[in-house]
């Protein structure tokens, strides 16, 4: 059986190039998909993401967690 990973773990493996909080065209770049469906994935709130007056960021945590690439962390961020 597969050990999961922690969100300390995740967040020290995945997108160590990129900030910590993403613009709407780095979760783009890191989802392969184009910025307009990046942004209507913030807007809609698909992705849970902070937004400053008309520009949307993402933290790596808040992706990590879309992703589901830890076990120890929810959507609404806090720690199981």
């Known amino acids: 059986m597969q050990k999961?990973?922690?969100i300390e773990q995740a967040y020290?493996?995945?997108?160590r190039e990129y900030p910590d909080v993403l613009t709407v065209?780095?979760?783009g770049e890191i989802l392969d998909i184009c910025e307009k469906y990046a942004l209507?994935?913030?807007t809609e709130n698909k992705i849970r993401c902070i937004q400053f007056e008309w520009l949307y960021r993402?933290?790596?945590l808040f992706l990590?967690?879309?992703l589901g690439m830890a076990d120890d962390f929810m959507m609404?961020?806090?720690?199981?």
């Open 40 to 42: 209507k994935m913030e």
């Open 25 to 27: 065209k780095q979760l």
């Open 76 to 80: 609404d961020g806090t720690a199981s």
């Open 58 to 60: 993402i933290t790596k």
């Open 64 to 66: 990590i967690s879309y």
């Open 12 to 15: 020290q493996m995945f997108f």
């Open 4 to 6: 999961s990973l922690t």
